[in-house]
T-cell receptor, first 112, second 115 residues
Framework: AQKVTQAQTEISVVEKEDVTLDCVYE???????LFWYKQPPSGELVFLIR??????QNEISGRYSWNFQKSTSSFNFTITASQVVDSAVYFC?????????FGTGTKLQVIP | DVKVTQSSRYLVKRTGEKVFLECVQD?????MFWYRQDPGLGLRLIYF???????EKGDIPEGYSVSREKKERFSLILESASTNQTSMYLC??????????????FGEGSWLTVV
């Protein structure tokens, strides 16, 4: 079975605060990919990052950073100094050998 | 740029009608997926296909079928539409496992209302 859990349904932060979005996954595959997507109010899904199961190196890209920990099956996403434009629904996803499973999403609201 | 095109952006259908949602991708991807997105439930996988004429059930296949006669086209079929199938439907494609990229590309979505 393959499962992605995003326990946070909605988060509200004040602009310039840091925020971390949690993602926990389950899979029996030994090789897999993890993704984060952003869905702004306009509706399109925007690809943010992909990590494979062999690469636990954490990554920083501008205000975004990702923390992949295989030991806890987590792939968390942090936005530093949040901005109003970060307001969106964020989805974590897991790709096993063929199937791609998404979490239920975390709605982030950044208040000016 | 990869393009995933869904034929209809907005549809309104009557209960009991047969509904076809078409999806075409232009990057020779082997894998294609159909999801539905509902508030609070995220994206749920309906069906996927890893090759022409191949299909696999996702997590919520009941009430749906699919067709993949050509590599670039993946159709979702609602045999007899019901009001609980009112939703946004998203098509996606990606290259075969472990080849380059593996980014999942999405269409713009099809908003289906069943009345």
């Amino acid at each position: 079975a393959q499962k992605v859990t995003q326990a946070q349904t909605e988060i509200s932060v004040v602009e310039k605060e840091d925020v971390t979005l949690d993602c926990v996954y389950e899979t029996r595959d030994t090789t897999y990919y993890l993704f984060w997507y952003k869905q702004p109010p306009s509706g399109e899904l925007v690809f943010l990052i992909r990590r494979n199961s062999f690469d636990e190196q954490n990554e920083i890209s501008g205000r975004y950073s990702w923390n992949f920990q295989k030991s806890t099956s987590s792939f968390n996403f942090t936005i530093t100094a949040s901005q109003v434009v970060d307001s969106a629904v964020y989805f974590c996803a897991l790709r096993g050998y063929q199937k791609v499973t998404f979490g239920t999403g975390t709605k982030l609201q950044v208040i000016p | 740029d990869v393009k995933v095109t869904q034929s209809s952006r907005y549809l309104v259908k009557r209960t009991g009608e047969k509904v076809f949602l078409e999806c075409v991708q232009d990057m020779d991807h082997e894998n294609m997926f159909w999801y539905r997105q509902d508030p609070g439930l995220g994206l749920r996988l309906i069906y996927f296909s890893y090759d022409v004429k191949m299909k696999e059930k996702g997590d919520i296949p009941e009430g749906y079928s699919v067709s993949r006669e050509k590599k670039e086209r993946f159709s979702l079929i609602l045999e007899s539409a019901s009001t609980n199938q009112t939703s946004m439907y998203l098509c996606a494609s990606t290259d075969s496992p472990w080849r380059t990229g593996n980014t999942i590309y999405f269409g713009e979505g099809s908003w289906l209302t069943v009345v």
